[in-house]
C-alpha cells in the first residue's frame, strides 16, 4: 500500500505497477524484511533464535538514509516478539521520533509480549482466520481459474482441515492436485491429506449406536494403520457431533445452516434420529 505507485484515488496496492511487482518479487530497494532467521547485519550470526540489538541498530541506521525510489520505506518485522529486550529499547528511541517517510510494520503472534512502551505508540490491526465458507469460495475460485473440475465436498474438507488459513489451504489444494487425479474429488483429498471418509464416519456411529465395543476399536486400529491425521479426526468427530445433536434437536429446518454437501447432509440427517440428544451432547462435549 505504501509503496504502489498507483495514482491517488485508485486502488492500492494496484498490482500491476512497477513497485507493486518489485515486493511480489522480493526486490525493491525500500522494503526491508527482517526476521530472526533473515538477519540485514553482518555481525548477526543466521542461525540466531531472536533479534538481538545489533540488527536493529543496522536496521536504524538504514531508515536514516535516503529512500531510493523517492518515496517510502518500509520494514517490516516478522516475528517482531522475538526481539529481545535490549533491541527493543534501541527501537523504542526511534519509534518516539520515526523518520517522517518511514513505515513500521511488526508482524506477531504474540503481541502480549511487547512491551506497553512500544504497543502505546503502534496501531494494532488483528488479522483472524478466515470462515470455512470463505476459505471453501476462495480454494473454488482458483479452482475455477486453473479450469480444474472439483466436487464441492472435495473444497470443503480441505477448508475443513486448514483451520481458516489461506496459506495452509493453498498449499493442501497443491499437494491434493500435484498427488491425486485431472480432477479433485472428495475421495482423492481424503486420500492424499490421510483423513477419514464419511463411509468410516458411518460405520463408526453405527457401532456406537450398536453399543459395540469391538467394532470401534477395530475402526480405530483401522485408523490408525491408514496413517490418518489423528488431531484433525479429533476435530472432525467433534464437528459431526455437534452437527447430529443440532440436527437431532432442529431437525431438516436447521440443516441448510450447517452448509453440508449434500451427501454429509444425507447421511447425518439419517443418523440423528437414532442417538438420544443428552448422548449426543456429552460425547460432543
Not at 99 to 121: D, G, L, M, Q, W
Not at 170 to 181: C, N, V, W
Not at 248 to 274: N, T, V
Request: proline share 6%.
Amino acid at each position: 500500500y505504501w509503496l504502489c505507485q498507483a495514482p491517488e484515488g485508485e486502488n492500492r496496492p494496484c498490482g500491476v505497477c512497477r513497485a507493486c511487482q518489485q515486493v511480489r518479487d522480493g526486490t525493491h530497494a525500500d522494503l526491508v524484511i527482517i526476521a530472526p532467521g533473515k538477519p540485514i547485519s553482518p555481525d548477526v550470526r543466521p542461525d540466531m533464535k531472536s533479534i538481538p540489538v545489533d540488527e536493529i541498530r543496522a536496521l536504524i541506521a538504514i531508515t536514516g538514509r535516503h529512500t531510493f525510489e523517492g518515496g517510502r520505506r518500509v520494514v517490516l518485522i516478522e516475528q517482531a516478539d522475538k526481539m529481545n529486550p535490549p533491541a527493543q529499547n534501541a527501537l523504542l528511541k526511534t519509534l518516539e521520533e520515526p523518520p517522517e517517510n518511514v513505515v513500521f510494520i511488526f508482524a506477531t503472534t504474540e503481541a502480549h509480549k511487547f512491551p506497553i512502551t512500544i504497543v502505546s505508540r503502534c496501531q494494532h490491526f488483528v488479522f483472524r482466520h478466515l470462515s470455512e465458507d470463505a476459505l471453501a469460495a476462495h480454494l473454488s475460485a482458483v479452482l475455477h481459474k486453473e479450469n480444474v473440475p472439483f466436487e464441492e465436498g472435495a473444497v470443503r474438507c480441505i477448508a475443513r482441515r486448514a483451520a481458516g488459513s489461506v496459506r495452509d489451504g493453498m498449499s493442501l489444494l497443491d499437494q491434493t492436485l500435484a498427488l491425486g487425479e485431472e480432477s479433485l474429488t472428495v475421495d482423492t483429498a481424503r486420500r492424499v491429506l490421510g483423513l477419514a471418509g464419511q463411509e468410516f464416519f458411518a460405520e463408526l456411529f453405527a457401532a456406537l449406536r450398536g453399543q459395540d465395543c469391538a467394532a470401534v476399536a477395530e475402526l480405530c486400529a483401522r485408523l490408525l494403520q491408514q496413517g490418518a491425521d489423528i488431531g484433525f479426526f479429533v476435530r472432525e468427530l467433534a464437528g459431526h457431533l455437534r452437527n447430529l445433536f443440532l440436527l437431532r434437536q432442529g431437525g431438516a429446518a436447521i440443516a441448510p445452516s450447517l452448509r453440508l454437501p449434500p451427501d454429509e447432509a444425507a447421511l447425518w440427517q439419517e443418523l440423528a434420529p437414532k442417538f438420544v440428544p443428552a448422548h449426543l451432547h456429552a460425547a460432543w462435549q
